[in-house]
């Protein structure tokens, strides 16, 4: 019987080592003498079954966050945001000077159909250069009437002022070019029978230019 009894407890023994790898045994009473633990004893005693309950973390070790997390949060928050602030500032720009860019070449086209509607030459001077005696923008008869001309802002050719267009510049170039070279500098003296016609639109931001050429045998 002994050599029985003590087989059983072996097994016993056996298997309450079983349960304890598993965790049920936690669920059991602790006993009382401290040698009856065995080496697992410890980790239960240490409440880690309670720890598999959820639990809400709120920081690193399951502590809040300290004021130097916070801080550095919000900083980091702001740099973000700033950054967005600016780059949407900066679609803001771009598409301003775009919109500018548009009505410059509005401006520029406008005007440039107006002077090529002209004569090559002035009908009594054909000779002359430059607006003849007399002459202002709304009687110009001939293309080199605008050389050197300028306005700000922009008017239509009765005078009115246009709208929508406070600091912007229109200004007109016209010059004869050689026949081979319509890039050379423009000489103001009939002296081609091709004249370069350059008109300049720009305000404080931009500039852009409008370039044709006419033939006296247009
Ligand atoms: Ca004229
Ligand atoms: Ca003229």
């Known amino acids: 019987m002994k050599s029985i009894k003590s087989n059983v407890e072996g097994r016993r023994s056996k298997v ?13 009473p602790a006993p009382s003498a ?16 309670a720890s ?19 801080i550095v949060t919000i900083v980091i928050i702001g740099i973000v945001l700033l950054a967005l602030v600016m780059s949407f500032h900066e679609s803001l720009k771009v598409m301003g000077r775009q919109k500018d860019l548009r ?3 509005v401006l520029s086209e406008e005007l440039m159909n107006e002077i090529r509607s002209k004569r090559y030459v002035d009908p009594v ?5 430059g607006p003849e005696a007399g002459e202002v923008r709304r009687t110009y008869d001939d293309v080199d009437d605008y050389d ?16 929508n267009f406070s600091g912007v510049t229109r200004r007109v170039i016209v010059g004869n070019v050689p026949t081979n070279n319509f890039n050379a500098a423009p ?3 009939n002296s081609t ?18 370039m044709s050429v006419v033939s006296r045998y247009d």
Do not use: Y
């Not at 401290?34 to 079954?49: E, H, T, Y």
């Not at 802002?153 to 009765?158: E, F, G, I, K, M």
């Not at 091709?194 to 300049?200: C, G, S």
């Not at 720009?202 to 852009?208: C, E, F, K």
């Open 16 to 28: 309450l080592t079983c349960d304890h790898v598993f965790g049920v045994a936690s669920l059991r």
């Open 34 to 49: 401290p040698s009856a633990k065995g080496p697992l004893a410890p980790i239960f005693d240490r409440g880690d079954v």
């Open 52 to 70: 598999t309950s959820p639990r809400l973390v709120t920081g690193q070790h399951g502590r809040g966050f300290t004021l130097i997390e916070l």
């Open 103 to 105: 009505k410059a070449v």
């Open 125 to 129: 001077l054909t000779n002359s250069f």
């Open 148 to 163: 050197d001309w300028s306005e700000t802002p922009p008017q239509t050719v009765t005078g009115t002022v246009m709208s």
């Open 187 to 189: 000489a103001p003296d």
């Open 193 to 210: 029978d091709f004249k370069r016609i350059m008109v300049v639109v720009s305000n404080a931001d931009m500039a852009i230019s409008n």
